[in-house]
């Protein structure tokens, strides 16, 4: 394989280890969710990626789909949930300058 074929290979595989994190860190789940719409959803980079090391997409990520556990935990809905709600409250609190 190629650097360039190496990097993106690197790329996809971090995508599904993003998929797994089971923590509850706020910006790690951020990349959770990235990652299960980026291969879940038929994205034209993850395509492009695909077709670029001579994978083809759909079986990919079926297989994916298939295998990889991408659920989310109890304390990490809890977390988004919370993460949402404070940013609402952010959002609908007034701003006042002084």
Not at 54 to 79: C, F, H, W
């Amino acid at each position: 394989m190629t650097p360039d074929e190496n990097f993106i290979v690197a790329i996809i595989t971090q995508a599904i280890e993003d998929t797994t994190y089971a923590g509850i860190n706020k910006h790690k789940l951020r990349f959770k969710k990235d990652a299960i719409d980026w291969i879940v959803t038929p994205d034209p980079e993850f395509i492009n990626y695909c077709k670029m090391v001579g994978m083809d997409p759909k079986p990919i990520r079926n297989k994916i789909i298939e295998n990889v556990d991408m659920s989310y935990t109890q304390k990490q809905k809890l977390a988004i949930k919370k993460e949402k709600l404070a940013w609402k409250i952010i959002k609908t609190k007034p701003c006042y300058i002084k």
